[in-house]
């Protein structure tokens, strides 16, 4: 087993391999894929009906493109010289992908919530994703030039510091390292807590009650079923009801005893097809109605498609046979604590699917009205997040190293982010040029 020393010393020379100040430089590569055909490829994989609202958010805004355009940046960062430092990467570490969500013992937490891309990769690639957010999210918002990048540089810092301390701390003290939803309000400037406070509000009352409420009615003998909303809801037919109980048994096998135990106490109401996000859509995903002890006590989970990582055609591939458990076994290593319900299954034509509960105290940030100040603050926020998470999963003390005393890395990824937003921005046009000369069909969102 390596000491310290040694683990610092393996950091240090990941800077002769890439130094931290080259990590600044943004130059497409000559063979940098055409953005447009990237997102197509990926469609050709996806529900057809459903891949025009898929480009009809992400035209909606630079920011929603950058949401939708994983695959675009992955294969940008996979063309750069990268650290060989690998933590647990999220593979999709923007702005919107952190948020906070209840913990089994119902504590409120703020953490990286989403793992659809989640894949071993160098520490870097999360880094400049979540930048590359931050000035996206800034310029939209009507930030300088200057402005976008100081918040994407207090984003880096964040990371740096948290990640240095971390370093310093036992390996049970990360391990159960966390961001409570109640400390929040005192790291944010005092005009800012009471809109913080009515975002924790609003979040804690996104449970499955609320869902139940919202997305179901009973019908003339009294059953309870999901309300269509086409194309965003839409029930099942008979046979896929069926083919969802087949599967409902696969995906029972991989929970803990006890959950299994607990799943049991369900029983199954309805199921239907739910669009969610942005990048997500025209994947297939499902939600499912249960029923526990009465008709008071609902559980809906989500069933949703996982393909191949974006990341995997730039690193080792995943480990796992399952594209589900690639998913789940990520989203448990780097989370502070995660949801009961997480497992996979296959599903129809073998393809691969997670669960999880549709509305567990989830909440995200309305990042697009936030002021110059509070985007600061939630950057700095995702930057502590970042690094929690990355010293779960990786060397904390090689990469401590690594990034140094100093601010040169945050300095070098602050550049990064502000000329990779000039980047995104060519493409987001690109995307409403294809869509004005009709290439590319764009619905609107529902």
Same mark, same amino acid.
């Given at each position: 087993?390596?000491?310290?020393?040694?683990?610092?010393?393996?950091?240090?020379?990941?800077?002769?391999?890439?130094?931290?100040?080259?990590?600044?430089?943004?130059?497409?590569?000559?063979?940098?894929?055409?953005?447009?055909?990237?997102?197509?490829?990926?469609?050709?994989?996806?529900?057809?009906?459903?891949?025009?609202?898929?480009?009809?958010?992400?035209?909606?805004?630079?920011?929603?493109?950058?949401?939708?355009?994983?695959?675009?940046?992955?294969?940008?960062?996979?063309?750069?010289?990268?650290?060989?430092?690998?933590?647990?990467?999220?593979?999709?570490?923007?702005?919107?992908?952190?948020?906070?969500?209840?913990?089994?013992?119902?504590?409120?937490?703020?953490?990286?919530?989403?793992?659809?891309?989640?894949?071993?990769?160098?520490?870097?690639?999360?880094?400049?994703?979540?930048?590359?957010?931050?000035?996206?999210?800034?310029?939209?918002?009507?930030?300088?030039?200057?402005? $976008? *990048?100081?918040?994407?540089?207090? +984003?880096?810092?964040?990371? !740096? &510091? =948290?990640?240095?301390?971390? @370093?310093? /701390?036992? #390996?049970?003290?990360?391990?159960?390292?966390?961001?409570?939803?109640?400390?929040?309000?005192?790291?944010?400037?005092?005009?800012?807590? $009471? *809109?913080?406070?009515?975002?924790? +509000?609003?979040?804690?009352? !996104? &449970? =499955?009650?609320?869902?139940? @409420?919202? /997305?179901? #009615?009973?019908?003339?003998?009294?059953?309870?079923?999901?309300?269509?909303?086409?194309?965003?809801?839409?029930?099942?037919?008979?046979?896929? *009801?069926?083919?969802?109980?087949?599967?409902?048994?696969?995906? !029972?096998? =991989?929970?803990?005893?006890?959950?299994? /135990?607990?799943?049991?106490?369900?029983?199954?109401?309805?199921?239907?097809?739910?669009?969610?996000?942005?990048?997500?859509?025209?994947?297939?995903?499902?939600?499912?109605?249960?029923?526990?002890?009465?008709?008071?006590?609902?559980?809906?989970?989500?069933?949703?498609?996982?393909?191949?990582?974006?990341?995997?055609?730039?690193?080792?591939?995943?480990?796992?046979?399952?594209?589900?458990?690639?998913?789940?076994?990520?989203?448990?290593?780097?989370?502070?604590?995660?949801?009961?319900?997480?497992?996979?299954?296959?599903?129809?034509?073998?393809?691969?699917?997670?669960?999880?509960?549709?509305?567990?105290?989830?909440?995200?940030?309305?990042?697009?009205?936030?002021?110059?100040?509070?985007?600061?603050?939630?950057?700095?926020?995702?930057?502590?997040?970042?690094?929690?998470?990355?010293?779960?999963?990786?060397?904390?003390?090689?990469?401590?190293?690594?990034?140094?005393?100093?601010?040169?890395?945050?300095?070098?990824?602050?550049?990064?982010?502000?000329?990779?937003?000039?980047?995104?921005?060519?493409?987001?046009?690109?995307?409403?040029?294809?869509?004005?000369?009709?290439?590319?069909?764009?619905?609107?969102?529902?």
């Amino acid at each position: 087993m390596t000491t310290p020393s040694e683990r610092a010393a393996r950091g240090r020379a990941a800077r002769k391999r890439v130094s931290r100040s080259s990590h600044g430089r943004w130059i497409p590569s000559s063979q940098r894929p055409d953005p447009l055909e990237v997102l197509e490829r990926q469609a050709r994989d996806r529900l057809p009906d459903l891949v025009p609202l898929r480009y009809g958010r992400m035209a909606a805004s630079p920011f929603a493109f950058l949401r939708g355009a994983a695959a675009v940046m992955a294969a940008d960062l996979g063309a750069q010289p990268d650290t060989g430092l690998t933590v647990q990467l999220c593979g999709d570490a923007h702005l919107l992908n952190f948020g906070v969500y209840a913990s089994p013992e119902r504590t409120l937490l703020f953490d990286v919530n989403d793992f659809d891309e989640t894949l071993p990769g160098p520490f870097e690639w999360d880094v400049k994703r979540l930048a590359a957010s931050v000035t996206v999210a800034a310029l939209q918002n009507g930030a300088t030039r200057p402005k $976008a *990048r100081r918040a994407a540089l207090v +984003a880096v810092e964040s990371y !740096r &510091t =948290s990640m240095r301390r971390l @370093a310093g /701390l036992g #390996e049970l003290t990360v391990w159960y390292e966390r961001i409570a939803a109640d400390d929040l309000p005192a790291l944010v400037h005092r005009g800012d807590r $009471a *809109r913080l406070e009515n975002r924790l +509000a609003r979040a804690r009352r !996104r &449970t =499955s009650l609320q869902a139940f @409420a919202k /997305l179901t #009615e009973a019908d003339a003998t009294g059953h309870r079923h999901f309300v269509e909303d086409p194309p965003l809801l839409e029930r099942t037919t008979d046979i896929d *009801r069926i083919t969802l109980g087949k599967v409902f048994s696969d995906y !029972r096998s =991989s929970l803990a005893e006890e959950r299994r /135990l607990l799943l049991d106490r369900y029983r199954f109401l309805d199921a239907a097809r739910k669009v969610v996000g942005v990048g997500s859509v025209g994947t297939r995903c499902f939600v499912l109605l249960l029923e526990g002890r009465d008709e008071g006590d609902p559980l809906i989970l989500q069933i949703k498609e996982a393909g191949p990582s974006v990341l995997e055609e730039y690193l080792a591939p995943t480990a796992y046979p399952h594209q589900g458990q690639r998913v789940v076994c990520g989203q448990r290593l780097v989370q502070a604590a995660g949801d009961i319900f997480l497992g996979w299954m296959t599903g129809p034509e073998q393809r691969h699917f997670y669960w999880r509960q549709l509305r567990d105290m989830k909440g995200s940030a309305e990042v697009e009205t936030m002021s110059p100040a509070l985007l600061r603050e939630y950057a700095r926020l995702c930057g502590r997040a970042l690094a929690r998470a990355h010293a779960r999963s990786g060397d904390r003390v090689a990469i401590a190293a690594y990034l140094g005393g100093s601010d040169v890395f945050d300095r070098a990824v602050a550049d990064f982010a502000l000329a990779y937003a000039h980047q995104n921005a060519d493409d987001y046009a690109a995307l409403g040029a294809a869509i004005a000369a009709g290439m590319i069909t764009a619905a609107p969102d529902a």
